[in-house]
């Protein structure tokens, strides 16, 4: 009876993810599109996410970025222009103030 009970929560947790996760890719392309954001101080834009990776650039106070993923609790993914090319890199959420996926 046990076996039983813990098959069936468990075939029901996995169909609720394989939804969710569903729902999470058939989102419009409109709702995932990169946000500009300008820095609010001098921020490196590193190439991982923490503070010891490489810097690739850095940006001063007032520069705009394309934030196109928000990573996790402490580095956004974001995208620039520097000496002609596009770099895509890390940053830290405070350069853009208090939470950066405003």
């Known amino acids: 009876m046990k076996s039983t009970v813990l098959l069936v929560l468990t075939a029901a ?7 969710s996760a569903h729902d999470e890719l058939t989102k419009s392309v409109g709702t995932r599109a990169p946000v500009a954001y300008s820095t609010i101080v001098d921020c490196p834009v590193y190439d991982g996410m923490t503070k010891t990776s490489t810097v690739l650039s850095q940006t001063t106070a007032g520069n705009q970025v394309q934030v196109t993923d928000t990573i996790n609790a ?17 940053m830290d959420r405070r350069c853009f103030g208090e939470r950066g996926d405003k």
């Open 13 to 19: 947790g996995l169909l609720t993810a394989c939804t």
């Open 74 to 90: 402490y580095f956004v993914r974001v995208r620039l222009e520097k000496d002609g090319k596009t770099v895509t890199g890390y």
